[in-house]
């Protein structure tokens, strides 16, 4: 019983917004030991009802105000255009030294919404744990979605050393490699790794479903040659997506113009039955492909 | 015994190319007895002593006429830009009243390339299984790749029955199921659920390697949030995939078309802030992947 003795990171943790991130949160906190108390907030009866169901959660709440009063970790896990009204409601109901944290997938709106709603004797350390699948709800959650994964924090420049490590801390028990850069690197470096090929996968995946000479069915069919890969990230959370690209909409244009770019130079090449262009391309693309295979190695070894 | 009393499919199969599908053709006939003897042929030294060590040929030759002679079915694996060298080497030496078919996934330039080239009373029937991974090499392959995916035969005009249908049934022994249409709308079909995808898979990981204000290293670090995926179908064999884009140009640089004219509309609606276009897109994908999904298992099921 070793791991009942050990005092956790946290007296209280409030999580708002129990769906796959959310849940597998609350999971791993639950695995690991990391908190007493874990509340949870959900907007609709049904979440709430899941959640449970499930079972992780020491209490649920349909009041986000209750959920985090006396939390000393707050973590927002709604979709990244929920955050502003979310805030509205408990900016000023946050324990007073406690640690404010979210999850989404862009950085620079949600310190631009958040940070005018809380008081100073907050610390809010904006995040975001690169981990996912391409279900959601609180059902699709697991404790060990972390694992390995990175994490990327982005600190305000006047952010409470202490509280940062704290923070560094809770992510790493959960699985985590940490990483801290700004809010404008990371959402650059997400827009070209996460956020274009989202992008271009729900296009092909668009374009396809609208063809008249191929049939729907024909394409559901034949899927098995590349396309089928797309249909899975195309099938990620439709709202969670939808906020992603109208919240990093500079960064996203960027990579999305030098993404078209590229393309119009393979179109040319293709018209133009310029074969060692395309070779050169596929050879280096491969390369990639085999420095991030090592990557991920180096990452087992050093966990 | 059961197995090997029953008269195999063949009498001899000459595979032409020895490596991911070449090297899975040869183990699954053996696996299912569907041949007396499997010839291979490779062009070079070291493929022809990776495919002698892995020991699931009868005979491995260093050359094309010697291999095929004697074969009553003849299976081109080679990729598609290498047919028609092939074929005027071979072409004369293949056995009277034998089939004659290839594993190209583009089939109306490999019938241009091939028909002429060979004399009536060989049959030749297109083909294009729907398998693979990422990987490439005679030691990539295994007997079960084939199984439960779709094999699209493209028979000319006056195919006669009775060999396609063997020709069939040599797809089905191997576990797969087989589709018959034209070789225009075969090029279209993949075009869309194949070809597309590869060539915006592999721009996307071209764009990433060469931006100067995210590093390499941050590219693959951060990779799971979606580009990981990518760069699996991006690593795909660039010599096969050159050819493909080069032979089936016209069905291609239409597919493309229609998706850069879709990927227009959704930038603007990034740009404008649309946030109910981006929202209806993503939901229809997600309805996509749920049908493929259930094809799947409707396809499992009927196995």
């Given at each position: 019983m070793s791991n009942n003795t050990k005092k956790p990171l946290f007296d209280v943790v409030a999580i708002i917004g129990i769906g796959l991130i959310g849940s597998s949160i609350a999971r791993a906190i639950k695995k690991y030991g990391l908190a007493d108390k874990v509340y949870g907030y959900a907007k609709t009866d049904s979440t709430r009802n899941t959640a449970k169901k499930l079972g992780y959660m020491d209490e649920i709440y349909d009041n986000a105000i209750e959920t985090v009063k006396d939390a000393d970790l707050t973590i927002l896990c709604t979709p990244v255009g929920a955050n502003l009204s979310i805030i509205i409601q408990i900016g000023e109901h946050l324990k007073s030294g406690s640690i404010l944290t979210d999850v989404g997938s862009v950085k620079g709106s949600v310190i631009r919404d958040i940070l005018p709603h809380i008081s100073e004797d907050i610390t809010f350390i904006p995040g975001h744990p690169i981990a996912g699948t391409e279900f959601s709800g609180p059902?699709?959650?697991?404790?060990?979605?972390?694992?390995k994964k990175w994490c990327v924090l982005t600190p305000l420049?006047?952010?409470?050393e202490v509280k940062l490590n704290i923070l560094i801390k809770f992510w790493q028990s959960c699985g985590m490699l940490v990483d801290v850069m700004s809010a404008e690197h990371h959402d650059l470096v997400l827009a070209i790794t996460s956020h274009v090929p989202h992008l271009i996968a729900y296009n092909i995946v668009g374009t396809a479903a609208d063809l008249e000479k191929v049939t729907r069915s024909e394409v559901t069919k034949y899927a098995?040659?590349?396309?089928r890969d797309f249909t899975r990230i195309a099938s990620s959370d439709p709202i969670m997506w939808r906020d992603i690209f109208l919240n990093n909409k500079d960064a996203v244009l960027e990579m999305l113009g030098r993404f078209v770019e590229d393309l119009t130079a393979l179109q040319k090449a293709i018209r133009w039955s310029d074969g060692d262009k395309l070779e050169e391309l596929f050879v280096k693309t491969r390369e990639i492909r085999k420095s991030i295979i090592l990557k991920e190695d180096e990452t087992n070894n050093y966990k």
């Open positions: 059902e699709s959650g697991f404790a060990e979605l972390f694992q420049d006047n952010c409470i098995a040659g590349g396309f």
